[in-house]
């Protein structure tokens, strides 16, 4: 069975510094919309990957955000 190229890509951890964070993702291709909302209270973590359907993330509200190039914290 062929295996999407996706599942090989590294992943990224979202951690929540407060309640109510949002990762939102955003389709891949022309066509740039949100179709998920995942919300995070403080001190719960998302790990997840860019894939077939999701090609960017956007984080709202107050957290670190953990990648290969680095780490990132939101600002309030
Ligand atoms: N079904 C989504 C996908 O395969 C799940 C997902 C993966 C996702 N990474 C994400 C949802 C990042 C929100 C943010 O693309």
């Known amino acids: 069975m062929a295996q999407s190229p996706y599942?090989?890509?590294?992943?990224?951890?979202?951690?929540?510094?407060?309640?109510?964070?949002?990762?939102?993702?955003?389709?891949?291709?022309s066509d740039t919309r949100f179709h998920h909302t995942e919300k995070l209270d403080k001190g719960e973590v998302m790990i997840a990957q860019f894939t077939e359907h999701t090609?960017?993330?956007?984080?709202?509200?107050?957290?670190?955000?953990?990648?290969?190039?680095?780490v990132i914290e939101t600002s309030e």
């Open 7 to 29: 599942t090989q890509q590294d992943y990224f951890v979202v951690k929540a510094k407060e309640n109510g964070v949002h990762v939102i993702g955003l389709t891949r291709g």
């Open 55 to 70: 090609s960017a993330i956007k984080v709202r509200g107050k957290a670190v955000i953990y990648t290969h190039h680095g």
